[in-house]
């Protein structure tokens, strides 16, 4: 077997062995226990911290010679940075790429989960900024970590009834909180609320990586995930009066595009390979 | 049909190119080279070197040179190049007592067993831009000194020049640093937990931005978290580095280090035996970076309110503040993590924010008032 052709001087996919190994010992750890964010010892990678380093550490833990990688910020695979991402894995791995959702073994993300339901022999990575979804309530990890043990999550629920309270909405629309395994209160990564539901049951492995903050936490496969909320106020998603500009879809999430300054804009779809895959299709039809 | 701008390889590569043209600078001006970098901007590499946790006046140099003088970067990318490199073995503790003294200043005694040793510092200087530099050329050699400077480290270990706070810890006067043997921290390799050990808060600090740790022992010394200090201490120039190999059982010298280190004498407090004894803080950097070393001190002693009964109120005195907050690489990643696009978050924000005024606007015309 010809092994693909790597940059020379550096491992496969960048990490050293025993670096990979002890991110899969924390992986192994992380799906055990759905939810709860497991320290590790985050190495320091070519890109910036906040840029996807956490992410990426992950992939380069778990890819083989054999995979097939898809990488997508905002949903899209063109945006800068999955662009980067994507070229620094076949330059330090070799391995094939894609843009189809379908093809991917491996997905690398920021921001969005794909439209195109995942299936069981799929891995999704997230890129995490901030891990803790107590965070923002109170800074001190110290605090938060005992928070979690004694599943004293009574301030979420505060922060969430006083939003409804000032604004008659669950003022969090992204990043949206969500309990996994009736257990652990989760930050989803700064994806929309919309893609909450699809984390829920989902049959394909979800593992969750923060560089700088060096953390990692998973959702094994057909999990329970929650989003969280009240009776009287319950979670539901974002949606739109208008469909998608280019593929008329009207179930996926929507960007909007300014056309020009006189408050014209129109929207399409955030996950540039559903509306490729749709338009395709609509062509065959036609 | 409007198509959405977004970044593609080509562009990426245009930019990649671009930036190559503008580090090199315009083509009529000699290229700068990595040697030039090492001995004319050496206090720029040893930044480098501090930040980024590398001991190499090469690749640090090299690095300035890439990074186009832009230290931050330069620190990123040592780093980056540092997190693929192999680990042999863990040195035994440098023992900076036997430095090649370079510099050694206290400011706590007059004179002192060493002496005052002056050595390379712009401490003293007038800052007044020399125009002689602009010139092309060597500018006019300064006079020779009347005694010739024996610049050069001596082929064997030179006798100890006693620490200032040891000398006072011996009288009693100090509080007592002590060994506990235990394995030393590495948070390149564990992340740090909070309470931190001493041994990675030091690190943490080590590696810590030097702007940011000067900003806070600057906020101590004006009242947040006053810890009344005296420079004690502070010493720069080379020491040995010992390893021991398994197969010898005994220390051999792999090379040698220059190093500045800085230790503080502050406020006094009583003691759990019921004495009162001098607190102090602790700073230490690679090659010469005194104003790092000192910031660095000040912090540490900080760091050490809650050991002292005193009540951490302020910034510098915050563990979990200062150190998940000191490296620039984690800090300039994040914040510039702000220029990727955000589109789909910023969608979210957009669709709620309309939806609560359309909400408030129907609630109007239901209820005239």
Same mark, same amino acid.
């Given at each position: 077997?010809?092994?693909?052709?790597?940059?020379?001087?550096?491992?496969?996919?960048?990490?050293?062995?025993?670096?990979?190994?002890?991110?899969?010992?924390?992986?192994?750890?992380?799906?055990?226990?759905?939810?709860?964010?497991?320290?590790?010892?985050?190495?320091?990678?070519?890109?910036?911290? +906040?840029?996807?380093? +956490?992410?990426?550490?992950?992939?380069?833990?778990?890819?083989?010679?054999?995979?097939?990688?898809?990488?997508?910020?905002?949903?899209?695979?063109?945006?800068?940075?999955?662009?980067?991402?994507?070229?620094?894995? *076949?330059?330090?791995?070799?391995?094939?790429?894609?843009?189809?959702?379908?093809?991917?073994?491996?997905?690398?993300?920021?921001?969005?989960?794909?439209?195109?339901?995942?299936?069981?022999?799929?891995?999704?990575?997230?890129?995490?900024?901030?891990?803790?979804?107590?965070?923002?309530?109170?800074?001190?990890?110290?605090?938060?970590?005992?928070?979690?043990?004694?599943?004293?999550?009574?301030?979420?629920?505060?922060?969430?009834?006083?939003?409804?309270?000032?604004?008659?909405?669950?003022?969090?629309?992204?990043?949206?909180?969500?309990?996994?395994?009736?257990?652990?209160?989760?930050?989803?990564?700064?994806?929309?609320?919309?893609?909450?539901?699809?984390?829920?049951?989902?049959?394909?492995?979800?593992?969750?990586?923060?560089?700088?903050?060096?953390?990692?936490?998973?959702?094994?496969?057909?999990?329970?995930?929650?989003?969280?909320?009240?009776?009287?106020?319950?979670?539901?998603?974002? *949606?739109?009066?208008?469909?998608?500009?280019?593929?008329?879809?009207?179930?996926?999430?929507?960007?909007?595009?300014?056309?020009?300054?006189?408050?014209?804009?129109?929207?399409?779809?955030?996950?540039?390979?559903?509306?490729?895959?749709?338009?395709?299709?609509?062509?065959?039809?036609? | 049909?409007?198509?959405?701008?977004?970044?593609?390889?080509?562009?990426?590569?245009?930019?990649?190119?671009?930036?190559?043209?503008?580090?090199?600078?315009?083509?009529?001006?000699?290229?700068?080279?990595?040697?030039?970098?090492?001995?004319?901007?050496?206090?720029?590499?040893?930044?480098?070197?501090?930040? $980024?946790?590398?001991?190499?006046?090469?690749?640090?140099?090299?690095?300035?040179?890439?990074?186009?003088?832009?230290?931050?970067?330069?620190?990123?990318?040592?780093?980056?190049?540092?997190?693929?490199?192999?680990?042999?073995?863990?040195?035994?503790?440098?023992?900076?007592?036997?430095?090649?003294?370079?510099?050694?200043?206290?400011?706590?005694?007059?004179?002192?067993?060493?002496?005052?040793?002056?050595?390379?510092?712009?401490?003293?200087?007038?800052?007044?831009?020399?125009?002689?530099?602009?010139?092309?050329?060597?500018?006019?050699?300064?006079?020779?000194?009347?005694?010739?400077?024996?610049?050069?480290?001596?082929?064997?270990?030179?006798?100890?020049?006693?620490?200032?706070?040891?000398?006072?810890?011996?009288?009693?006067?100090?509080?007592?640093?002590?060994?506990?043997?235990?394995?030393?921290?590495?948070?390149?390799?564990?992340?740090?937990?909070?309470?931190?050990?001493?041994?990675?808060?030091?690190?943490?600090?080590?590696?810590?931005?030097?702007?940011?740790?000067?900003?806070?022992?600057?906020?101590?010394?004006?009242?947040?978290?006053?810890?009344?200090?005296?420079?004690?201490?502070?010493?720069?120039?080379?020491?040995?580095?010992?390893?021991?190999?398994?197969?010898?059982?005994?220390?051999?010298?792999? $090379?040698?280090?220059?190093?500045?280190?800085?230790?503080?004498?502050?406020?006094?407090?009583?003691?759990?035996?019921?004495?009162?004894?001098?607190?102090? $803080?602790?700073?230490?950097?690679?090659?010469?970076?005194?104003?790092?070393?000192?910031?660095?001190?000040?912090?540490?002693?900080?760091?050490?309110?809650?050991?002292?009964?005193?009540?951490?109120?302020?910034?510098?005195?915050?563990?979990?503040?200062?150190?998940?907050?000191?490296?620039?690489?984690?800090?300039?990643?994040?914040?510039?993590?702000?220029?990727?696009?955000?589109?789909?978050?910023?969608?979210?924000?957009?669709?709620?924010?309309?939806?609560?005024?359309?909400?408030?606007?129907?609630?109007?015309?239901?209820?005239?008032?």
């Amino acid at each position: 077997m010809s092994a693909p052709a790597t940059r020379a001087g550096y491992n496969f996919a960048y990490l050293d062995e025993q670096t990979k190994g002890m991110i899969r010992r924390a992986l192994l750890k992380a799906v055990a226990i759905p939810g709860y964010q497991v320290p590790f010892g985050g190495r320091e990678m070519p890109m910036p911290y +906040g840029w996807g380093t +956490g992410g990426m550490q992950v992939s380069a833990a778990i890819i083989g010679r054999d995979d097939c990688l898809k990488v997508i910020d905002q949903g899209a695979d063109d945006t800068t940075n999955a662009v980067s991402i994507r070229a620094f894995f *076949r330059d330090l791995t070799g391995v094939a790429t894609t843009e189809r959702t379908e093809q991917a073994t491996l997905i690398q993300t920021r921001h969005r989960i794909p439209e195109t339901p995942l299936h069981e022999d799929q891995i999704l990575v997230y890129q995490v900024p901030i891990p803790e979804p107590l965070r923002f309530i109170e800074p001190s990890e110290v605090e938060t970590r005992k928070m979690h043990a004694l599943e004293d999550y009574g301030v979420m629920h505060i922060k969430l009834y006083e939003d409804i309270a000032q604004f008659g909405h669950i003022a969090t629309s992204y990043a949206y909180p969500v309990r996994v395994n009736g257990r652990y209160v989760m930050d989803p990564s700064p994806i929309p609320k919309f893609d909450n539901p699809k984390m829920d049951h989902s049959p394909a492995l979800q593992l969750f990586g923060a560089g700088r903050e060096k953390r990692i936490y998973a959702v094994p496969p057909y999990t329970e995930v929650r989003s969280l909320d009240f009776a009287d106020h319950p979670f539901e998603v974002q *949606r739109w009066d208008q469909c998608c500009a280019i593929c008329g879809a009207t179930d996926s999430f929507l960007d909007e595009v300014i056309l020009d300054d006189q408050g014209g804009h129109t929207f399409i779809c955030s996950d540039t390979d559903y509306c490729r895959t749709r338009l395709a299709r609509q062509e065959e039809k036609a | 049909m409007y198509v959405a701008v977004k970044g593609g390889e080509r562009a990426i590569a245009a930019a990649h190119t671009l930036l190559a043209k503008r580090r090199r600078g315009a083509p009529e001006t000699p290229e700068i080279g990595v040697a030039q970098i090492d001995q004319q901007l050496a206090l720029a590499v040893d930044r480098v070197m501090t930040e $980024g946790s590398v001991y190499d006046r090469e690749l640090a140099a090299l690095a300035i040179k890439q990074a186009a003088g832009d230290l931050v970067e330069a620190i990123f990318l040592l780093r980056a190049y540092r997190t693929t490199l192999p680990r042999f073995t863990s040195s035994e503790p440098i023992d900076t007592t036997h430095m090649h003294i370079e510099r050694r200043i206290s400011a706590t005694y007059k004179d002192l067993p060493g002496g005052q040793v002056l050595g390379p510092t712009f401490d003293y200087t007038h800052r007044l831009l020399d125009f002689s530099l602009l010139a092309e050329g060597e500018p006019a050699a300064p006079a020779p000194p009347s005694e010739t400077v024996d610049t050069a480290p001596a082929a064997s270990q030179p006798p100890p020049t006693p620490r200032v706070l040891e000398l006072l810890e011996r009288e009693g006067l100090m509080i007592g640093e002590h060994d506990r043997g235990d394995e030393p921290t590495d948070i390149t390799q564990d992340p740090p937990t909070y309470p931190c050990d001493r041994s990675a808060r030091l690190q943490a600090l080590v590696r810590g931005d030097e702007g940011f740790l000067l900003a806070l022992g600057y906020s101590t010394q004006r009242g947040y978290g006053r810890n009344h200090p005296f420079a004690g201490e502070i010493r720069i120039g080379e020491v040995e580095v010992e390893i021991v190999p398994e197969e010898l059982g005994f220390p051999i010298t792999i $090379g040698t280090l220059q190093v500045t280190e800085c230790e503080t004498v502050n406020g006094f407090t009583r003691h759990d035996d019921g004495e009162v004894r001098f607190t102090r $803080g602790y700073g230490l950097g690679l090659g010469q970076c005194e104003r790092k070393a000192m910031a660095m001190a000040l912090v540490d002693r900080a760091l050490q309110a809650e050991d002292h009964g005193e009540t951490a109120v302020s910034p510098a005195q915050q563990e979990e503040f200062v150190l998940s907050h000191c490296d620039n690489v984690e800090a300039a990643g994040f914040v510039s993590h702000l220029k990727l696009p955000h589109y789909v978050d910023f969608q979210s924000e957009l669709e709620l924010l309309r939806r609560i005024r359309a909400a408030a606007d129907s609630a109007g015309e239901e209820d005239p008032a």
